[in-house]
Antibody, heavy 119, light 106 residues
Framework: QVQLVESGGGVVQPGRSLRLSCAAS????????LHWVRQAAGKGLEWVAV????????YYAGSVKGRFTISRDDSNNTLYLQMNSLRGDDSAVYFC????????????WGQGTVVFVSS | EIVLTQSPATLSLSPGEGATLSCRAS??????LAWYQQKPGQAPRLLIY???NRAAGIPARFSGSGSGTDFTLTISSLEPEDFAVYFC?????????FGQGTKVEI
């Protein structure tokens, strides 16, 4: 069964750090680009970061560039998002997604993990 | 950053009726546009990619068309499970922006 399972969300104070994980199963992990997408409560979707299938290319949304780092561990079929200097507007549900159809669309999504930044 | 504008914001229809959703880009995205469906409390589901290609397992009642700046998602005959929010997304340039969504309600 192809699936992605996020973890690592929680409540964190502004300025602190958090690392999200996304465990993949049921497919050849290193064949695919991987994405992080977030959704603030009651809002639309925002692409956060993407990493290429080989890990050599990474792209970030302007709102997180310099604060967030995407990485992958192909030996453990796990995607990560290291989030530093968190702000209130980073509060959202964070989804990981498998890239498909050229890698730039998300065809398989996790259920999401909630990040709430508050003092 | 490319801005995607979806219309209408809400579409009120009955099961069995057809639905036409629009997505307009602030500049050409060629055919690099996708449509997703999202239900409350769930992750998005990819319906259409590259403008008109149905993703794996998507019923034929969903179809996409358009290129450049104007795109349409058509649902030929609404099933009860189709009532949801629909987002368009472009991959022509990073960041891959999303539209604000169209809610299809009963």
């Amino acid at each position: 069964q192809v699936q992605l399972v996020e973890s690592g969300g929680g409540v964190v104070q502004p300025g602190r750090s958090l690392r999200l994980s996304c465990a993949a199963s049921g497919f050849t992990f290193n064949d695919h680009a991987l994405h992080w997408v977030r959704q603030a409560a009651g809002k639309g979707l925002e692409w956060v970061a993407v990493i290429s299938f080989d890990g050599n290319n990474k792209y970030y949304a302007g709102s997180v560039k310099g604060r967030f780092t995407i990485s992958r561990d192909d030996s453990n079929n796990t995607l990560y998002l290291q989030m530093n200097s968190l702000r209130g507007d980073d509060s959202a549900v964070y989804f990981c997604a498998r890239g498909a159809y050229s890698g730039w669309y998300g065809d398989i999504w996790g259920q999401g993990t909630v990040v709430f930044v508050s003092s | 950053e490319i801005v995607l504008t979806q219309s209408p914001a809400t579409l009120s229809l009955s099961p069995g009726e057809g639905a036409t959703l629009s997505c307009r880009a602030s500049q050409s995205v060629s055919n690099y546009l996708a449509w997703y469906q999202q239900k409350p409390g769930q992750a998005p589901r990819l319906l259409i990619y590259d403008g008109s290609n149905r993703a794996a397992g998507i019923p034929a009642r969903f179809s996409g068309s358009g290129s450049g700046t104007d795109f349409t998602l058509t649902i030929s005959s609404l099933e009860p499970e189709d009532f949801a929010v629909y987002f368009c997304q472009q991959r022509s340039s990073w960041p891959g922006t999303f539209g604000q969504g169209t809610k299809v309600e009963i």
